[in-house]
């Protein structure tokens, strides 16, 4: 059975909605270097609500998110203590996107 173009909008939609909060969950613990890359992302939605998402889905969010100025784009390659590792492009969560997160859990009563 293949889905409906409705089907897959609602499954991008509930996707760009996880990873903004990823990214907000990411900024309250902090960290010696702000954001989250390409993989971090993946990897935390796979073992979360999405296992079944793409690199290529995410790319669409991601895209999706940057267009939208919900996301704001690092690429300085830096040291993390906490990771234990140089990071290169991250994402951080921007004023739009944290003001539509937090619409969206005011309308449904909950966090994401």
Do not use: Q
């Amino acid at each position: 059975m293949s889905e409906t173009d409705e089907e897959r909008a609602v499954e991008l939609g509930s996707v760009i909605l996880e990873v903004l909060r990823l990214l907000n969950k990411s900024e309250a613990e902090g960290s010696t270097v702000p954001g989250l890359e390409h993989g971090e992302l993946l990897g935390l939605l796979r073992r979360g609500p999405h296992p079944e998402v793409t690199a290529d889905e995410l790319d669409r969010v991601i895209a999706t998110l940057l267009g939208n100025r919900m996301v704001s784009e690092l690429d300085d390659r830096e040291f993390a203590w906490d990771r234990g590792r140089t990071v290169g492009r991250r994402f951080t969560l921007s004023l739009p996107g944290k003001e539509y997160l937090l619409t969206r859990v005011e309308k449904a009563g909950r966090i994401y």
